[in-house]
């Protein structure tokens, strides 16, 4: 997890389009900015901030511009001593004097420092002293002198009918500690046709004489941006980048000696034909980390994404060689603004830090360490600032630092970053750093300890190599206490009496258990379970059910014919019906004539012979059986081809069987 960071902030009366740090002093930033040419009441100013404190900072003295020019674009400290900076600051001329084809682009000033000055080698130090010392202390009086020192128009005069050529890209090498020369860059902007022009920077104002060489680009070609480096020898290598192109230009030391290049390092390639989009993705901006070594910010098409790029220079082709490649948060579809700052060591034997600081179009930004040199390097992301600013952020920019003489009671370490919006404010996030390496000299700070982190497929070994020990170890202490089957013979491993203390709790065949007296339980009630069901049981059930269903349906037709019960139940019986057989009920047919209609019913539980009621057709006399035949065949119940012996069993009752009755009695009477 990265450490919290300090940010104070401060809010000014302009929109804030540029920011650069003292090289030689971190308590000091200058930004710059404004309304432009505008009667929009909005001032255009240069302004000197005082950093020295990590949660207050406060404006020191302010560079009224006028408003019939245009505002601040591009800013640089060149040089600076104790008491003043010498400031470079792109702002173009009024709109009358560039159609006059007059426009003076380069101003320099020179700007006043407070008489109070924290010594340069306590500014990228301690902090807590600087804030103490701060704060017994009143403010100097009378307030620093600042002054406008020149002006001057490097580029080409524009051929184009619209004169709104502005001067885009301002880029100083950086400082040396011998006090070396600098070189400084500018780029144009809205230019017909590109430009970068290379200069002196020493000089208080620079000339044209101090011109050091011109890239011509082609038409509607613009430098989105330029960086430049002390290449060794004295000579300085400019890198500059179009929206698909990466070029080299050398500056040889001798002044006499003509420049060498530009020479294409590397293009972004075209999309193959099967891609979904046709565009490629754009250079915002690159920056130098060696002589052989850029970096690159590229935003990817249609605000789809960021991403970085690490650049290897060769001599032989091709002359630059992509080497890694990191893809920002999701979230950043595209970047405004990039920086880098160089954490050097004590010993050039010892790799050194660069933090690199990316913001993007949703006011965030995202730091990220690399070291080199280094056997396998990588972006390691360090932090993600979110919602900094209002409105869009338009600069960033490093402190710079040196590495304190003596690492023998060091004193706490800090880079800074300055950050600039279109909102009017500044935030100045201050970073620690920390002493990294063995306990004896040398030493090196870094905003994140390599030892902190690991690299993945080192971890993945390691946790893998762990995991596989433990189940080892596990697997034999469990063979050893007798819980498992044994594959590794763990037993054997131990002496007797050791084995025997570890294996005790689990091998009960060979160890002696206590008796416990358990108390005694009650004695149960055995009670007989009840008798179930079998398929027998089952079968019988079935059959009466059947049955039963039968009679029901019998019965709730109301007199079904004598015909059917007899083709039911007496034929049944005739020929043995097994389904009659299983039931144990005995079914007797009635018929009964009530003389307006004949019925026939069955009973299950047999009919009870008394006196006038049913009787067999074996006990009716001949002519009750005649008269039962016709009305049975009347009623189409019977006929004589069936014979009588159907009609055996069958039991009878009603007028037939009364009036067959009263006859007989009338003839014995």
């Known amino acids: 997890m990265a450490p919290a960071v300090a940010d104070a902030h401060l809010v000014l009366n302009y929109p804030i389009y540029a920011s650069d740090f003292d090289p030689n002093n971190n308590g000091f930033l200058v930004v710059g900015g404004g309304g432009g040419e505008s009667r929009s009441g909005v001032p255009n100013r240069i302004t000197l901030v005082d950093t020295a404190r990590k949660h207050k900072i406060s404006q020191v003295v302010d560079i009224e511009l006028t408003t019939e020019e245009d505002s601040v674009t591009t800013l640089a400290i060149a040089q600076s001593s104790d008491s003043s900076a010498s400031v470079y600051a792109g702002i173009n001329s009024s709109s009358a004097d560039q159609k006059a084809g007059k426009n003076e682009h380069l101003r320099s000033f020179s700007v006043g420092y407070p008489t109070i000055r924290i010594p340069p080698a306590e500014s990228s130090g301690s902090e807590l002293a600087q804030d103490q010392r701060r704060e017994n202390e009143h403010e100097p009086e009378p307030k620093p002198e600042t002054k406008a020192v020149g002006r001057v128009s490097l580029f080409t005069p524009s051929s184009g009918i619209k004169k709104e050529t502005y001067q885009r890209v301002l880029r100083l090498s950086p400082v040396q500690k011998d006090g070396g020369s600098r070189l400084g860059a500018i780029a144009t902007g809205l230019a017909p046709e590109g430009e970068v022009v290379i200069f002196d920077a020493n000089a208080v104002c620079p000339g044209k004489s101090d011109v050091r060489g011109r890239i011509q680009l082609g038409k509607g070609e613009e430098a989105a941006d330029v960086d430049i480096i002390d290449g060794g020898d004295r000579a300085h290598q400019v890198a500059y980048c179009t929206d698909f192109e990466v070029y080299l230009y050398t500056i040889p030391a001798d002044k006499d000696s003509l420049p060498l290049g530009p020479r294409l390092l590397y293009g972004t390639p075209h999309p193959d034909t099967f891609s979904k989009t046709k565009s490629r993705p754009t250079f915002r901006s690159l920056r130098f980390l060696t002589p052989s070594r850029l970096l690159l910010l590229q935003n990817a098409p249609n605000r789809s994404g960021v991403q970085v790029l690490l650049l290897e220079l060769t001599s032989s082709p091709p002359a630059g060689t992509v080497t890694l490649l990191k893809r920002l948060h999701k979230s950043i579809k595209s970047a405004t603004a990039l920086s880098v700052a160089l954490i050097s060591p004590a010993s050039p034997l010892l ?227 097994p389904d009659l057989r299983q039931s144990s009920e005995r079914k007797d047919i009635i018929v009964s004539d009530s003389g307006t209609e004949l019925s026939a019913e069955v009973r299950h539980d047999g009919v009870a012979v008394a006196e006038g009621g049913p009787r067999r057709w074996e006990e009716l006399g001949l002519e009750e059986r005649e008269r039962w035949k016709r009305r049975l065949v009347e009623v189409g119940e019977w006929g004589v081809e069936e014979g009588e012996s159907v009609l055996k069993g069958v039991f009878f009752s009603g007028v037939a069987g009364a009036v067959g009755a009263a006859v007989a009695g009338g003839l014995e009477g």
């Not at 630092?401 to 100045?428: D, E, G």
């Not at 306990?439 to 982190?453: A, E, Q, V």
């Open 351 to 577: 790799p050194t830090q660069h933090v690199v600081a990316i913001a993007g179009q949703d006011t965030s930004i995202t730091l990220l360490t690399l070291d080199l040199p280094s056997p396998n390097p990588t972006f390691r992301l360090h932090a993600r600032l979110q919602n900094i600013h209002p409105l869009q952020i338009t600069s960033l920019a490093f402190s710079t630092f040196r590495h304190p003489s003596s690492t023998t009671t060091p004193l706490p370490q800090y880079l800074k970053l300055a950050s600039t919006s279109l909102s009017s404010t500044l935030h100045i996030h201050t970073l620690p750093l920390y002493l990294s390496g063995h306990s004896k000299p040398p030493k090196r700070y870094t905003l994140t300890s390599p030892s902190s982190r690991t690299d993945l497929p080192f971890s993945l070994l390691v946790a893998s190599l762990t995991l596989a020990l433990g189940a080892f170890l596990l697997q034999a202490f469990t063979e050893i206490r007798g819980g498992v089957p044994e594959y590794l013979g763990a037993k054997k491993w131990l002496s007797k009496p050791i084995h025997e203390f570890m294996a005790r709790p689990y091998m009960f065949e060979n160890a002696s258990v206590p008796e416990v007296a358990l108390p005694q339980a009650p004695e149960l009630e055995i009670v007989p379970l009840p008798r179930v069901p079998g398929l027998e049981d089952v079968a019988r059930a079935r059959g009466e059910v059947q049955g039963r269903m039968n009679d029901a349906v019998v019965a709730t037709a109301g007199k079904v014919g004598l015909r059917d019960l007899l083709h039911k139940y007496h034929h049944s019986h005739k020929h043995d019906d």
